[in-house]
């Protein structure tokens, strides 16, 4: 046996000799009130990221530099018409208290470049898409006609009265100062604005009554003479806005302008004769104000009264609104085409020629629906192609679809009517109060956290104190 003593009996003694250990009574409890406390301070950790992540997106998105231009999409190797025209979110065409655009994402930066494409929003927001870049401009137009909720109110049809040049370097519109309660005359006409430098090249100032409102404006095939349809207003107020008599006119590059009768919807051609299309007739007058032919369209499909001339002057093709494509009609001869696709119920609007066809804007009946770009053949019985796609409207409001387009007809070829482009990256907007609500809440979580995690350490070190 050893001479030295059992570990076990060695053990037994040193227990002898400590005295007992005082537990105290609710250690258990502290220890679970403790556990909850770091579950507790985890979550509210875990709330204060997710609501920090959730605001970032837009923190981040307001400080994007959006001067830069938007990358072209694979495929775009040059000026194109996109095949996916993009409507503008409602919330950016929403107004301020004193009726001026309310978002920083419209601009009174008009030098833009050349444009491919241009419609006006149904609040009376003016846009225009790069033809190089694909980015879409939201413009301030200075007195634009439309800008007003009166203008919009009462403005007979939905082709709005501004037009893209056809190279896409100007874009004409119609414009009227700001009206008075006073009786005052009200300046309005059509500016032709220089893309490029942002500045207006030309004021075209009408007279007549209380002021011209201008419907329609249109280019001719070379991009040299300004046709324009409108009316005589017998009052113009802030309130109220009215007259009946029928204007329209021609304007040349050398500064020659023209009145044309009867006033209804007017085009132009290269040698400044103006087409007149009035009801179920359609007039042709020579610049020296002389008729040089008369055509029936008497007969024809429900015309939409938008209609677009040949590069040669030879033809004129009409918009419908009953099941057809295009109404075509020579005008040297008497003689009317119909051209249908079979997009029953369908409105066409007609927008530029492409060889023989027609690149056409067609709008199905129901409101805020999706819209095509179409090319028709005038000249033979090729089907119709689509070409491109326009956005419809929001669920809760139909009407903020892209609204009937003005193209740069010269951007628009045979080998290439569309570009692939990317989808606009628009602000991220929510309510006003939603950014600075979910920082408040983050960064009260945040203090709730440490003010928790200072007390526990302070009561830590009170325990430890104690039991020395």
């Known amino acids: 046996m050893s001479p030295h003593p059992h570990l076990k009996d060695l053990l037994e003694q040193a227990a002898e000799t400590v005295p007992p250990a005082d537990v105290p009574r609710d250690t258990w409890q502290r220890g679970r009130r403790r556990h909850r406390r770091s579950l507790a301070l985890r979550a509210a950790a875990v709330v204060g990221v997710v609501a920090l992540v959730a605001a970032t997106p837009g923190l981040l998105d307001r400080a994007t530099d959006r001067s830069a231009p938007q990358p072209a999409g694979s495929g775009a190797s040059g000026p194109g018409l996109p095949d996916?025209?993009?409507?503008?979110?409602?919330?950016?065409?929403?107004?301020?208290?004193?009726?001026?655009?309310?978002?920083?994402?419209?601009?009174?930066?008009?030098?833009?470049?050349?444009?491919?494409?241009?419609?006006?929003?149904?609040?009376?927001?003016?846009?225009?898409?790069?033809?190089?870049?694909?980015?879409?401009?939201?413009?301030?137009?200075?007195?634009?006609?439309?800008?007003?909720?009166?203008?919009?109110?009462?403005?007979?049809?939905?082709?709005?009265?501004?037009?893209?040049?056809?190279d896409g370097t100007r874009l004409a519109y119609a414009y009227a100062w700001p009206a008075t309660d006073d009786g005052t005359v009200v300046p309005s006409g059509i500016r032709v604005l220089d893309l490029e430098t942002g500045e207006v090249a030309r004021d075209l100032a009408l007279q007549g009554g209380s002021g011209v409102a201008v419907t329609q404006v249109s280019?001719?095939?070379?991009?040299?003479?300004?046709?324009?349809?409108?009316?005589?207003?017998?009052?113009?107020?802030?309130?109220?806005?009215?007259?009946?008599r029928s204007r329209a006119g021609v304007a040349g590059?050398?500064?020659?302008?023209?009145?044309?009768?009867?006033?209804?919807?007017?085009?132009?051609?290269?040698?400044?004769?103006?087409?007149?299309?009035?009801?179920?007739?359609?007039?042709?007058?020579?610049?020296?104000?002389?008729?040089?032919?008369?055509?029936?369209?008497?007969?024809?499909?429900?015309?939409?009264?938008?209609?677009?001339?040949?590069?040669d002057g030879s033809r004129l093709v009409i918009g419908t609104a009953a099941g057809y494509d295009l109404v075509a009609i020579d005008l040297d001869r008497d003689r009317?085409?119909?051209?249908?696709?079979?997009?029953?119920?369908?409105?066409?609007?007609?927008?530029?020629?492409?060889?023989?066809?027609v690149l056409v804007q067609r709008t199905p009946p129901a409101s805020g629906d999706e819209g095509l770009l179409s090319l028709v053949d005038v000249t033979g019985d090729a089907a119709v192609r689509d070409v491109g796609v326009l956005d419809g409207g929001e669920s809760d409001n139909p009407h903020t679809g892209v609204g009937p387009l003005s193209v740069a007809a010269d951007l628009v070829t045979e080998d290439q009517p569309t570009v692939t482009r990317p989808a606009p990256d628009w602000p991220w907007d929510p309510p006003s109060w939603a950014v600075p609500a979910a920082l408040g809440a983050a960064l009260l979580l945040v203090a709730a956290l440490v003010r928790v995690v200072v007390r526990r350490r302070r009561r830590r070190a009170r325990e430890e104190l104690a039991d020395e």
């Open 253 to 311: 590059p050398d500064g020659t302008r023209r009145a044309v009768e009867p006033g209804g919807s007017t085009y132009v051609d290269d040698d400044g004769a103006a087409i007149v299309l009035d009801g179920g007739s359609i007039e042709v007058q020579r610049s020296d104000g002389t008729t040089m032919a008369r055509r029936g369209a008497a007969g024809t499909p429900e015309l939409t009264g938008e209609g677009l001339l040949s590069p």
């Open 84 to 166: 996916h025209l993009h409507a503008v979110p409602s919330h950016l065409a929403a107004r301020g208290e004193d009726e001026r655009w309310g978002h920083e994402e419209v601009s009174d930066d008009l030098a833009i470049g050349r444009a491919v494409a241009a419609w006006v929003t149904s609040a009376g927001l003016p846009v225009l898409v790069g033809a190089t870049d694909g980015r879409y401009h939201l413009l301030d137009l200075p007195d634009f006609l439309l800008a007003g909720d009166l203008a919009i109110s009462w403005f007979p049809g939905d082709q709005p009265p501004m037009a893209l040049s056809p």
């Open 219 to 244: 280019w001719s095939p070379d991009g040299a003479w300004l046709a324009w349809t409108g009316f005589e207003t017998s009052y113009w107020t802030t309130t109220t806005l009215n007259g009946s």
């Open 336 to 357: 009317v085409e119909t051209r249908s696709g079979g997009a029953q119920d369908w409105s066409a609007r007609p927008l530029a020629w492409v060889g023989d066809a």
